[in-house]
């Protein structure tokens, strides 16, 4: 039986990926889907996040893009850590 994955990513550009798993927590040894190509990677969970919820792929800056579906979703505030959880606290649209 093969592994159901932890974090699916859009495009190979994205910085971000997308929990599709309950209960996912710190040091998870994630299996991460790219669904452009069916192509896979490990990425470590650096935080407890929910599902639905994002994560980051790289280091992420303040004043960084983060980019989800190949587009710019929004702009990071803080620095995010590779593998930590991306959200309100940290990023924020840029509509307003």
């Known amino acids: 039986m093969s592994e159901i994955p932890h974090l699916l990513v859009h495009e190979h550009a994205d910085n971000v990926g997308v929990v599709v ?31 639905g919820h994002k994560i980051a792929l790289k280091d992420l800056k303040d004043g960084d893009t983060a980019t989800k579906y190949g587009e710019d979703i929004g702009k990071i505030i803080a620095d995010i850590p590779k593998g ?9 649209t840029k509509r307003w």
């Open 21 to 51: 798993v309950e209960g996912l927590t710190a040091g998870t040894d994630m299996l991460c889907c790219v669904t452009h190509d069916n192509s896979t990677f490990r990425l470590t969970a650096g935080a407890d996040v929910p599902i």
């Open 84 to 92: 930590d959880h991306v959200h309100t606290h940290n990023c924020k």
